[in-house]
């Protein structure tokens, strides 16, 4: 049996290659939208993908199943659990094989039982993995959003994301008894998820990138509590605040993604345009914090193309404008524009090079974590733009909290000419919240940059 991960650190997600190297085939479980990866793993493996399947319909990211599906030619398999509103609506237009609880996919030596476990959504999958070449023993779970390292998946998101009133307490309980089912398998069982650390789908994942069942009934919360109203309030207490964009992947993912087929970089852009590009849709510059506040044009939004660049642009940009991107390199370009297109923001127009911003004068103004209640008594407002759990485990006297995602919305009817202090824990967010800011208007703005962690407590 051939087994090959595949890992997104910005997206915390991971996506599985399965295959029996007898007969050559193999399947692509929860593909990203970047498909290309999986296609070159084939080859090199010497295996052909024939099917393409996933867990759920995901909130965090465009799946690449269809995208796969069509590149590949493989044949794609979807849930059809989860009742009427949550079957896919592009499964006939695409060919799909609709799966059902205790299904079985064959692939040589390689066989995959599915097993239907509500909770995190209602048409979760898994997929026991048994290699019947070694044994009748399942040897793994493709478990995606329903059992992590150290957690499961949360049952919040359809009402808290997506807006469906009165789902999260049932999914809690469908969560519950999943739970339960798996008893019947064995200690031994190796757990493949389908997230990491970092994740928003889970309040407690771990970093390992696997684990077994029986070190996760050990150690793991969800399987130290046998009363379910009890589980119910504790996988629904705690979860961290889902980005914005989590509605709309769920709406993208159910209808199908867009194909996008063979993309090329994104197009240079004359730096003559930057002002227009900015007046009509929003014009995003990758370079790190540090570059961005010592130098750059006004209007434009700092996104720094790290780690957390698709979480903060799901939550920042829109998905009716159109983006260009200031980059350095071609390459930095391009990775950007993957990463915006694994959670559907499809509309990058461009890119422009650093000689765009030969004559730009904006900077960020930065300050001292230790001088906002001086600067509060001055008339000054401080701004904590952290999470409310970030809040509640101490912040500073007279500060207001506006988490940074919310801050278009919360502060959109302040006045312009406020003097604003604002801060995070550390001061990523910080940096990127001065641009946001500047962009919807605001005249007078400090940056504490040490952020409430780099505080003087002595």
């Not at 730096?271 to 750059?296: K, T």
């Not at 903060?312 to 991107?325: C, K, M, N, P, T």
């Amino acid at each position: 049996m051939l087994v090959r991960r595949f890992y997104d650190d910005r997206l915390a997600q991971a996506s599985y290659l399965i295959g029996c190297q007898r007969t050559g085939e193999a399947i692509v479980i929860d593909p990203a939208r970047d498909v290309a990866q999986y296609l070159e793993a084939a080859t090199q493996e010497g295996v052909r993908i024939t099917r393409v399947t996933e867990t759920h319909i995901h909130a965090d990211f465009v799946s690449g199943a269809r995208e796969l599906a069509s590149q590949s030619g493989a044949h794609l398999l979807l849930s059809a659990e989860g009742g009427k509103d949550w079957q896919y609506g592009y499964a006939a237009e695409a060919g799909a094989t609709l799966l059902h609880d205790n299904d079985r996919i064959v692939m040589g030596g390689v066989r995959l039982d599915v097993w239907h476990t509500p909770g995190h959504t209602p048409e979760h999958l898994v997929f026991i993995v048994t290699d019947t070449a070694r044994s009748e023993d399942p040897v793994a779970m493709v478990s995606g959003d329903f059992l992590f390292v150290g957690d499961v998946g949360r049952p919040d998101l359809l009402e808290r994301a997506a807006h469906v009133v009165g789902t999260m307490e049932a999914g809690g309980r469908d969560l519950f008894r999943s739970l339960q089912r798996t008893a019947s398998l064995p200690d031994h069982l190796q757990i493949w998820p389908g997230h990491g650390a970092g994740s928003a789908c889970g309040k407690a994942l771990g970093a390992m990138p696997t684990s077994t069942l029986g070190y996760e009934r050990r150690t793991n919360w969800a399987f130290g509590i046998h009363d379910e109203a009890a589980f119910v309030a504790s996988v629904l207490e705690g979860q961290p605040s889902p980005p914005t964009y989590f509605g709309t992947m769920k709406r993208i993912n159910r209808e199908g993604a867009p194909l996008l087929g063979v993309r090329g970089a994104p197009a240079a852009l004359a730096a003559s345009a930057l002002a227009q590009r900015i007046a009509d849709g929003v014009v995003v510059d990758l370079r790190p914090a540090a570059a961005y506040a010592a130098q750059h044009a006004a209007g434009t939004l700092n996104i720094p193309l790290g780690k957390s660049f698709t979480t903060w642009s799901g939550w920042l940009l829109r998905y009716d404008q159109d983006i260009a991107l200031i980059a350095p390199d071609t390459a930095t370009a391009s990775d950007a524009q993957r990463a915006l297109a694994s959670i559907g923001l499809d509309r990058v127009v461009g890119a422009f090079d650093l000689d765009a911003l030969v004559g730009s004068r904006a900077t960020i103004t930065k300050g001292d974590i230790n001088a906002a209640e001086t600067m509060q008594a001055a008339g000054r407002l401080v701004i904590d733009l952290r999470e409310p759990n970030e809040w509640n485990a101490g912040h500073l006297d007279g500060a207001e909290l506006h988490p940074l995602g919310t801050v278009t919305t919360t502060l959109d009817a302040l006045d312009r000419t406020t003097p604003l202090a604002i801060h995070c824990q550390a001061g990523a967010r910080s940096a990127i919240g001065a641009s946001v800011l500047e962009r919807m208007g605001f005249t007078d703005v400090v940056d504490l940059t040490a952020g409430y962690g780099g505080r003087s407590t002595g």
